[in-house]
Each structure stands twice: as structure tokens, then as C-alpha cells.
């Protein structure tokens, strides 16, 4: 059996990384074209970081708000106008993706330069497509990973802590869904099997969490930024980022994408709603209840949701939750990847259990 692993060619990591930018870049080309997020523009650190241009001259775009063809055309254009060796994408999720879609429209080497840690996106492969209005239209996926992936913790600790739990949630669900995978023998991004290395990262991911989640959210809190803080960004970004994509996904987030079809959860964030596919996926595939308790502990301890009403659904019908397992189990979703059939009603009653256990657990802790 042939396993395959792949990961970013350089990750670049701490308090002031930005002031880094500059000759981080000026290894792949002479002349970049900086992709900016409206709100990562008017950040001091970002705004020094691309006037020093001693080393790499830096033209700089604001980047459109929808990760969309036309805006990837638009840039692209710019990017050749321009004679850009190099794309950098700093911001958040959407301005990074297309930042490394620009790059691979134009076969250009890229830099991702993320100012939250609210998911596991920035070292990935993966670009997704909307359409204008913001309408989910395709995955791209892209023939390698960003060339520096560089996470100033100064900066994500200034962002509001809510986009560092939500960080947390996401990656929550690495350690469980690589876990399946393994044991199912399903394959990653990469249409393969992952390889050991993958699989212990994925379980550091997991460890970290539990060890330095609560004191990292309670330094971010206050914009600081301690050894805790760097771990999480750490674990939310890189390990993560290389858990999912080369471990392998499984049922947290096929149930976080049927969870999208109840409008109601559109006001919570990806990583949120991952909790609640990881806490459901504990009860599809029944996981001890050690295992259970200490995955709500750690929920509540941050301030992640567990129960369905944490996420806007109030009073789901079972018609509802129906339609959410339906959608998870849709063909070719990353759900058939747990070690044994799943079926809708599966999912279902597992919705339910996890939401009655949330429930529960929020009265009376266990």
C-alpha cells in the first residue's frame, strides 16, 4: 500500500512574523502582488510589513471580499500587468484562497499570511470557489501547498478570541476523523492512505487542545501572546491543516455541511458547527464514554457549543434534522469514511443523542 502525506514547504510562526514577510518572499521572487483583506489593510503590522520593500518590491490589491472566478480573473490580470513573481495572501479564509488560486492561474509560487486562526485552511491544497453572491459553485484543488504559510500571533491575537475557539472546533475534529480514517482505511485529499507521521500529528493536535486551550483563550482574550497561545495557533493552523488534509476526514464535517442546509446555523462559524459534527460523530461511532465526557469537557471549558440551540437551532423538527443527516450522507461525502456503513438514520439518532447529552452535560457537568 502506498501512503502519501503532503504538507507546506515552509511554515513561519510567532509574535511579529510579519516583519518577516519581506525576505520570506524575496526567496521565491523579486516582485510580489499582495492579495489584502479590507481588514488586515489597516493593520499596522501589515501596512509596515509591505512598505518594506528593500528586499521585494510589494503591489498591492485589495482583495474583492468573495473568493469567486471573477475576482481570481480580475487578479490574475493585475498579477501579469504587474509582472508579479510571487502572490502573497494575507487575511482570512477567503482572501487566502484566492491568493493561491491567483498563483496557480498565473504558476507562481505563493506566501499565505493568515491574521486569524479560525480554521485549518491556510496550509491546504484546497481552494473553494463562490459564485459572486456567495453561493458555494466548486472545490479547486490545487497541485501543491503554499510555499510559506507565515502566522504573526501578535496579529491573531489581537482578532476577537471568538475566531481562536472557533480555530479550536475545527480542529477538534482532526484526531477523530484521522482516527477513522486509519481504522477504515480511507483515503486523504490525496486520493491515499496517510502516513504514520500523519497520524501522530493529528493526535497532537488532540493533546494540544486539551492541555493549553483554556489558557490560551484567556491570554488571547487580552491581545497577549504566551507560550499557550502560540501551541493553539500552532495546532488550529499547521496541525490541523495537516491532519485533515493528509489524515483524512470523516463524519464531523459531513455533519457540518448538512448542518448548513438550516439557515439558522448560517450565523455560526465552520468551526462551531465542526464541534457539533465531532460531538455527534462520537455517538455514531461509538466512542467510550470517557472519550464522550472529556470531548464536552474541553467544548465547555473554551466555549464551544453542544447543543443544537448553541448553534441557532432552537426547537429542530425531526424533519430538519432529517434533512441534515440526508445531506451528510450524500454520495461522496468524507462520512463513509468511518470504519463501517452509515446510513441516515444513523446520523440522525445521533444528532439527537448528542444534543441530549449537551443538554444534559450543560446542566450538570460531568
Known amino acids: 500500500m502506498i501512503s502519501t502525506s503532503i504538507f507546506p514547504s515552509r511554515y513561519v510562526q510567532g509574535a511579529d512574523a510579519f516583519a518577516t514577510l519581506a525576505s520570506e518572499t524575496a526567496r521565491l521572487g523579486s516582485r510580489a502582488l499582495a492579495i489584502v483583506s479590507p481588514t488586515a489593510h489597516t493593520n499596522a503590522a501589515v501596512a509596515a510589513a509591505l512598505a518594506a520593500n528593500a528586499e521585494v518590491a510589494f503591489d498591492v490589491e485589495i482583495f474583492g471580499r468573495e473568493c469567486c472566478r471573477l475576482e481570481i480573473d480580475r487578479l490574475s490580470a493585475v498579477a501579469k500587468r ?17 491568493a493561491k488560486a491567483v498563483a496557480h492561474d498565473r504558476g507562481l509560487p505563493v506566501v499565505i499570511a493568515p491574521t486569524l486562526a479560525s480554521t485549518d485552511a491556510p496550509c491546504s491544497a484546497l481552494s473553494v470557489i463562490y459564485t459572486p453572491d456567495g453561493a458555494f459553485e466548486s472545490y479547486l484543488v490545487l497541485p501543491r501547498n503554499p510555499d510559506v504559510v507565515l502566522v504573526d500571533s501578535a496579529v491573531i491575537a489581537q482578532a476577537p478570541v471568538r475566531f481562536l475557539v472557533s480555530g479550536m472546533g475545527d480542529a477538534l475534529a482532526t484526531w477523530f476523523e484521522a482516527e477513522d480514517c486509519f481504522k477504515s482505511g480511507a483515503t486523504n485529499m490525496t486520493g491515499r492512505v496517510g502516513s504514520m507521521t500523519v497520524h501522530a500529528l493529528a493526535r497532537l493536535c488532540w493533546d494540544t487542545l486539551r492541555a493549553d486551550g483554556v489558557a490560551a483563550k484567556a491570554k488571547a482574550a487580552e491581545g497577549l501572546v504566551d507560550a499557550a497561545v502560540e501551541r493553539i495557533i500552532e495546532a488550529n493552523t499547521l496541525l490541523s491543516g495537516i491532519g ?39 455517538f455514531l461511532t461509538g466512542r467510550p ?16 457549543p453542544i ?4 448553534i441557532g437551532l432552537d426547537s429542530p423538527s425531526d424533519a430538519d434534522l432529517m434533512k441534515v443527516a440526508e445531506l451528510a450522507c450524500a454520495a461522496g461525502e468524507t462520512i463513509h469514511n468511518v470504519p463501517s456503513d452509515t446510513t441516515p438514520a444513523q446520523v440522525f439518532a445521533a444528532l439527537k443523542a448528542a444534543d441530549a447529552y449537551g443538554r444534559r452535560f450543560a446542566l450538570v457537568p460531568a
Not at 502572490?87 to 477567503?94: L, R
Not at 464514554?289 to 464551544?304: M, P, S
Open 82 to 98: 504587474t509582472g508579479a513573481q510571487v502572490i502573497v495572501g494575507i487575511g482570512g479564509g477567503k482572501a487566502l484562497d484566492t
Open 244 to 282: 485533515f488534509e493528509s489524515g483524512g476526514l470523516s463524519g464531523a464535517h459531513a455533519i457540518h455541511n448538512g448542518l448548513t442546509v438550516l439557515a439558522p446555523t448560517h450565523h455560526y462559524w465552520h468551526g462551531e458547527k465542526v464541534a457539533i459534527g465531532t460531538q455527534a460523530l462520537m
Open 289 to 304: 464514554n470517557a472519550v464522550i465526557t472529556e470531548v464536552y469537557r474541553f467544548c465547555v471549558a473554551v466555549g464551544l
Open 307 to 310: 447543543t443544537l440551540a448553541d
